[in-house]
């Protein structure tokens, strides 16, 4: 297993805890959330394997250890949310949840670097 560099954003929010806490808390706002519920419509009832699919990609691509390549090779991310239409609408709704999220845990400058990365990465989702 490959160890964090010493600088990564993993590590500057706190490292796994911190990573598992992110994606709890995301999920908790999209399960409860009335404003994202299209976006919750398109997972699974029990969100268990979609908050774990979420810490192990963070992991990685937070700069720590890459335990989802480990366990399922590379994210390919676009091409395992083709089977779902994700608009701007849904994209929208994700980074609701992220950015309430990142408001709660994650002080600044960090916050915005993160939101800018993640909405470029929500935004390269969209296949409608």
Known sequence: MQSPSPSSHYDLIGGERAVRRLVDRFYDLMDKDEEVRSLRKLH???LRVSREKLFLFLSGWLGGPQLYVEKYGHPMLRRRHLPFAIDESQR?????????????????????????????????????
Request: proline share 2%; with cysteine.
């Open 44 to 46: 699974a009832k029990n």
């Open 92 to 128: 929208d709704q994700w980074m609701l949840c992220m950015n309430k999220t990142l408001d709660e845990q994650v002080d600044e400058p960090m916050r915005q670097q993160l939101k800018d990365a993640f909405y470029k990465t929500a935004d390269h989702m969209r296949n409608q």
